[in-house]
């Protein structure tokens, strides 16, 4: 079983027109069932994503390194730009 | 370039492309572009080859055929099938080859990549069909003309 959300991340320093930007990302991910134990610690694991962004202004590519968290729940399947958040585009 | 707002987010590290992203990112736009042309091309390329084939096969034929040599009904259906299933094969690539009718609104991405998708599977799906029949009239024709060379000489004449 898995669940998609949506997020906004900023770039407020753009590498190619050194505007801020705010993108839409929608994230995957996959439903980790609990165990059977009563208690049990949450651990979470932050994992790095590589995903490419097209400037608005210079309509060009540039590259963000983007961290997200896994956690003991959840597992991250798949993370993609979806563009522009509405109110930037 | 920290990004603050998102809770899944926790950083956000924004850079120009590296020399190696940039190949990738350019490949895979070629990637993506070149699918559909590559199964057009393909079909394009086949048409020719099969349409060809007909004559090269008929000659060959005519070639290996003992000289006055009369074929029986049966013989001639047998021989000559090859060249109807070249034709077929053909055919195939040839429908597989002319687009399909749709609208594509330029506007609908989806839309876009959904029909991009189709284009390609039915492509892919007519270039496989079409090369199975193709190989079929192939080994057929390589049977038929083994056969032929075994024709005796002095065969049904012509009364």
């Known amino acids: 079983m ?13 590498p190619l027109c050194g505007l ?22 949450e651990t979470t694991l932050p994992r790095r994503f590589t995903r490419l962004f097209t400037c608005p202004t210079k309509d060009e590519t540039f590259q963000a390194d983007i961290t997200l968290t896994d956690t003991s729940s959840d597992r991250i399947e798949s993370v993609t730009v979806t563009g522009l958040a509405p109110d930037e585009s | 370039m920290i990004n603050g707002e998102s809770r899944q987010v926790e950083s956000v590290v924004a850079s120009p492309l590296s020399p190696h992203n940039k190949a990738l990112y350019e490949a895979g736009k070629t990637l993506l572009v070149e699918s559909i042309e590559v ?59 002319f687009p399909t009718k749709t609208d594509v609104a330029l506007e609908l991405l989806e839309d876009i990549n959904r029909i991009r998708n189709e284009s390609v599977q039915r492509r892919r799906r007519f270039a496989l069909w079409g090369f199975v029949i193709f190989g079929t009239a192939c080994l057929w024709a390589i049977v038929a003309s083994a056969v032929v060379i075994t024709l005796p ?6 009364p």
């Not at chain 2, 000489?153 to 012509?158: A, D, K, L």
């Open chain 2, 39 to 97: 199964g057009r091309e393909f079909c394009k390329f086949m048409i020719g080859s099969s349409s060809g084939a007909i004559p090269v096969y008929l000659g060959l034929l005519k070639f290996l055929l003992p000289e006055h040599y009369v074929l029986t009904s049966r013989q001639a259906v047998e021989l000559g099938a090859p060249a109807l299933v070249f034709l077929l094969a053909s055919a195939v690539f040839a429908v597989g080859y």
């Open chain 2, 153 to 158: 000489i002095s065969g049904p004449r012509v």
């Open chain 1, 2 to 14: 898995s669940q998609s959300s949506e997020s906004l991340i900023n770039i407020s320093v753009c």
């Open chain 1, 20 to 41: 801020r930007h705010t993108y839409a990302l929608a994230v995957k991910r996959s439903i980790v069932l609990e165990s059977l134990r009563s208690f049990s610690i």
